[in-house]
């Protein structure tokens, strides 16, 4: 006859079992932790951030970006090339209107948009000197109005 097999040798697993259910203790107690601070992150009022100006620097120095207010106390946006000049450059003026303008390679305005403070929206183009050559108007009723830069001075 043969041998019947012994009783496993149940203390070494029961010992491994035991580690994992510690490494997953330790587990669930740093998720509820992390869930702790979220909620609270959530929950807590945060500070506002006050300042008139917020730069983006590039890795060399050179300003990318930006968000601040320029002389008058407007709001402006502006995005660099590498070099730290303008490329993109935004503002709303004191009488609600917003105006973006993109630059080429000389930093001159080439195309403009523009939105009023009634809601009445505008786009241009500019020749290489940064002078409004040819402006879009959409009227109040959809439509399309092309007005030659000279006749669209105010």
Not at 27 to 41: P, Y
Not at 43 to 57: E, G, H, T
Request: glycine share 12%; net charge positive; with cysteine.
């Amino acid at each position: 006859m043969s041998e019947l097999p012994g009783p496993p040798d149940l203390l070494p697993r029961i010992e491994a079992l035991e580690r994992r259910v510690r490494r997953l203790l330790g587990l669930c107690i740093l998720l509820g932790v992390g869930l702790l601070i979220e909620v609270a992150w959530i929950v807590a009022p945060q500070p506002d951030v006050v300042a008139s100006r917020f730069l983006l620097r590039g890795p060399h120095g050179a300003p990318r970006g930006g968000l601040l207010l320029d002389e008058k106390g407007q709001p402006v946006v502006r995005l660099n090339n590498a070099l730290g000049k303008p490329r993109v450059y935004g503002v709303v003026t004191a009488d609600g209107r917003a105006h973006v303008w993109l630059a080429d390679t000389s930093y001159r305005a080439r195309i403009f948009l523009e939105v009023g403070p009634d809601g009445r929206t505008a786009a241009g183009l500019c020749d290489s000197l940064g002078a409004a050559v040819l402006r879009a108007d959409l009227t109040s009723r959809g439509g399309l109005t092309l007005v030659p830069a000279r006749a669209a001075a105010r």
